[in-house]
T-cell receptor
Framework: QKEVEQNSGPLSVPEGAIASLNCTYSDRGSQSFFWYRQYSGKSPELIMFIYSNGDKEDGRFTAQLNKASQYVSLLIRDSQPSDSATYLCAVRSSYRAGSYQLTFGKGTKLSVIP | GAGVSQSPRYKVAKRGQDVALRCDPISGHVSLFWYQQALGQGPEFLTYFQNEAQLDKSGLPSDRFFAERPEGSVSTLKIQRTQQEDSAVYLC???????????FGPGTRLTVL
């Protein structure tokens, strides 16, 4: 059973601080990792994806991947109240050829306090 | 261009009724996915199409769930004899080809009374 685990939160950070969101996954064959943001009542919106070990930066967002530890994280610098949302970690595994489904965690609810 | 669209946005059904949910993917996207998202949970995979071929239906929870994409564009998810546990948001996502980024539609919120 493939699993993706996230702390459900809520995670509260003050405006301007760094928010750190973490995710672990069980399938060592996982190849691709995605962070989606979901506002209440809305659909998931892609923020970043990462395939290789290390860091990937895009504006205020940095994704970090450590395949040996089966760990992926998302850092949000200079957090804004508009960043308040649920952040979903999603993993694409390769355990079955031709299967491109994403396995999602339950999401971490982030609240940025003005 | 336009994103993924879904209709209806909200659907209320009495237990035992059949429902049909529609997804219009981004134009030109060959891959289409259906997910089910229960309240407070992440989306869970239901089924995947590449063009008109349904290549993976391992996530469909029962034989009451059926999906089709006859012309390789619009897809319909049909749920027969709805049950209360079917209440959820049904999300459709498309990608230009299977391994690339999936873009989600707004979802259909199904409530079964």
């Amino acid at each position: 059973q493939k699993e993706v685990e996230q702390n459900s939160g809520p995670l509260s950070v003050p405006e301007g601080a760094i928010a750190s969101l973490n995710c672990t996954y069980s399938d060592r064959g996982s190849q691709s990792f995605f962070w989606y943001r979901q506002y209440s009542g809305k659909s998931p919106e892609l923020i970043m994806f990462i395939y290789s070990n290390g860091d990937k930066e895009d504006g205020r967002f940095t994704a970090q991947l450590n395949k040996a530890s089966q760990y992926v994280s998302l850092l949000i610098r200079d957090s804004q109240p508009s960043d308040s949302a649920t952040y979903l970690c999603a993993v694409r595994s390769s355990y079955r050829a031709g299967s491109y489904q994403l396995t999602f965690g339950k999401g971490t609810k982030l609240s940025v306090i003005p | 261009g336009a994103g993924v669209s879904q209709s209806p946005r909200y659907k209320v059904a009495k237990r035992g009724q059949d429902v049909a949910l529609r997804c219009d993917p981004i134009s030109g996207h060959v891959s289409l996915f259906w997910y089910q998202q229960a309240l407070g949970q992440g989306p869970e995979f239901l089924t995947y199409f590449q063009n008109e071929a349904q290549l993976d239906k391992s996530g469909l929870p029962s034989d009451r769930f059926f999906a089709e994409r006859p012309e390789g564009s619009v897809s319909t998810l049909k749920i027969q004899r709805t049950q209360q546990e079917d209440s959820a948001v049904y999300l459709c996502a498309s990608s230009s080809r299977a391994p690339t980024t999936q873009y989600f539609g707004p979802g259909t919120r199904l409530t079964v009374l």
